[in-house]
């Protein structure tokens, strides 16, 4: 049995190292995103060898693990996670596996488990010079609502402090109010995350920039870096009934991200967790690929 235990802030300190080894592609392998989730989820973690083992819990699915990211050999840490559910008497589920993983478990365990792609979590991956340019006929439209904004608004870009942090909460109760954020369990459980990068926003390293309209908050952002060449976008909110704050706040913090982090050549802005809209104005910014991302099961 692997002992485990649940999520704190503190265990960044362990845990960075391992996931910077693994330097996996998909967003859920972030610590930022590991403990922000880790109430809605139930998110418990463990060294196992020189791996991160990571296990939570879903209404109507059951316990899971994600696949371990670090070094070194990986048989056994898959070996001591199917003990694990044996030991707890529950099914031996893996989430959020790439195609490398999956590659990876069939050559240890040829035929053992069964595989199914879950799209509402694929992740949409960008190239960071064009969230900057947005060059190109393809993204005209998303010039134009840039210019648009620039040309009837007094605005001004800055980035998150301690001394604006609240005006940005302020500003997602207000979002939250215009999207009924209790009625949507999705939405609801979203807000709790969000709520845990705010309250430990400089303990987790987060980035993040606003705009301001008249000086009000009208958008904001946060992130990090996922790998060694892709950022993340953890969160992103603006007043949709502005036009051009989304395309303004988007484009603004991807040149901060350029100029700050020279050596990021990808931005990774998350799923779209099933929402219609969201999937179109994701699949609207043209992702230079989809980070696929199934699940695995005993057959």
Not at 6 to 19: F, R, T, V
Not at 255 to 274: K, L
């Amino acid at each position: 049995m692997i002992n485990f235990k649940k999520i704190e802030i503190k265990d960044k300190s362990w845990m960075q190292p391992l996931i910077t080894a693994g330097n996996l592609p998909g967003c859920h392998q972030n610590f930022t995103n590991i403990f922000a989730w880790g109430e809605v989820y139930d998110y418990h973690v463990a060294r196992v060898g020189d791996r991160l083992v990571v296990k939570g819990y879903l209404e109507n699915v059951g316990y899971y693990y994600l696949y371990p990211t670090g070094s070194g050999d990986i048989k056994p840490v898959i070996e001591a996670m199917l003990q694990d559910a044996a030991d707890n008497g529950h099914d031996f589920r893996l989430f959020g596996l790439t195609p490398d993983n999956i590659a990876v478990l069939d050559s240890l365990f040829p035929g053992r488990f069964t595989y199914q792609a879950i799209r509402d979590s694929f992740d949409y991956v960008y190239l960071l010079d064009k969230l900057v340019t947005l060059s190109g006929n393809k993204l005209h439209a998303k010039r134009n609502h840039i210019n648009k904004f620039k040309q009837n608004n007094s605005w001004s870009f800055e980035l998150i402090s301690k001394d604006n942090l609240d005006e940005c909460w302020e500003m997602n109760i207000e979002w939250c109010k215009e999207h009924d954020c209790n009625d949507d369990d999705l939405l609801k459980k979203e807000k709790c995350a969000v709520r845990r990068c705010f309250d430990n926003y400089f303990e987790l390293g987060l980035e993040g920039g606003l705009l301001r309209l008249d000086g009000k908050v009208i958008a904001f952002t946060m992130g990090d870096k996922l790998n060694s060449d892709t950022y993340d976008i953890h969160i992103e909110k603006a007043f949709g009934k502005i036009q051009g704050a989304y395309q303004m706040i988007n484009r603004e913090f991807a040149a901060y991200i350029q100029e700050t982090h020279p050596e990021i050549v990808y931005v990774n802005r998350e799923e779209d967790m099933g929402y219609e809209g969201l999937r179109k104005a994701k699949l609207s910014y043209q992702p230079v690929r989809l980070e696929e991302k199934y699940a695995a099961w005993q057959k």
